[in-house]
T-cell receptor
Framework: GAGVSQSPRYKVAKRGQDVALRCDPI?????LFWYQQALGQGPEFLTY????????KSGLPSDRFFAERPEGSVSTLKIQRTQQEDSAVYLC?????????????FGQGTRLTVV | RKEVEQDPGPFNVPEGATVAFNCTYS??????FFWYRQDCRKEPKLLMS???SGNEDGRFTAQLNRASQYISLLIRDSKLSDSATYLC??????????FGTGTRLLVSP
């Protein structure tokens, strides 16, 4: 389909393991966002890209979290030395043009469980 | 204080009822406002944008009060299929969308 695609859909990691979460935005979308959603909470902003430039990473909870979008399309969110509090759904969203107020389209998310 | 605050609910209403959700935001420089809907274990999807003049889409009406930093969503003639979590979303500038915790709605027969 033509929507935002995230992989894997589910990931179980042992505490201390590194994980990489992938996001394929809608083709041509300039803006890409990562959010973290804990159970029963709304999505919490992590970081924002405009093309390949990471313009805002103020929501990344620690230096264990790293995101990149090297060619302005696919993005990867990496979490090093995972902890139990990292267990959440990680949502990626994209939108077409940052100059206009358009909706953000979300992927189905990656559910990360750290055991 | 959270940037966007909502009553988490749940709101339990019978079919056909009218229900209203409220949301307040703290950043007076916020530029645009939205209601998103999220079904259980699904991703959020845009329900409607919220304009200063108020706007209506079928059974749904959204209002914005910039002076009070307050947003509302009214659902008339509730359907079973309206059961979901409704997320108040504020664009605080620089493309940063800030979400409220969400208000859970349960519509029963």
């Amino acid at each position: 389909g033509a929507g935002v695609s995230q992989s894997p859909r589910y990931k179980v990691a042992k505490r201390g393991q590194d994980v990489a979460l992938r996001c394929d935005p809608i083709s041509g979308h300039v803006s890409l966002f990562w959010y973290q959603q804990a159970l029963g909470q709304g999505p919490e902003f992590l970081t924002y890209f405009q093309n390949e430039a990471q313009l805002d990473k103020s929501g990344l909870p620690s230096d264990r979290f790293f995101a990149e979008r090297p060619e302005g399309s696919v993005s990867t969110l990496k979490i090093q030395r995972t902890q139990q509090e990292d267990s959440a759904v990680y949502l990626c969203a994209s939108s077409p043009d940052p100059r206009t107020e358009t909706e953000a389209f979300f992927g189905q998310g990656t559910r990360l469980t750290v055991v | 204080r959270k940037e966007v605050e909502q009553d988490p609910g749940p709101f339990n209403v019978p079919e056909g009822a009218t229900v209203a959700f409220n949301c307040t935001y703290s950043n007076s420089a916020s530029q645009s406002f939205f209601w998103y809907r999220q079904d259980c274990r699904k991703e959020p999807k845009l329900l409607m944008s919220v304009y200063s003049s108020g706007n209506e889409d079928g059974r749904f009406t959204a209002q914005l009060n910039r002076a009070s930093q307050y947003i509302s969503l009214l659902i008339r003639d509730s359907k079973l299929s309206d059961s979901a979590t409704y997320l108040c979303v504020v664009n605080t500038g620089f493309q940063k969308l800030v979400f409220g915790t969400g208000t859970r709605l349960l519509v029963s027969p």
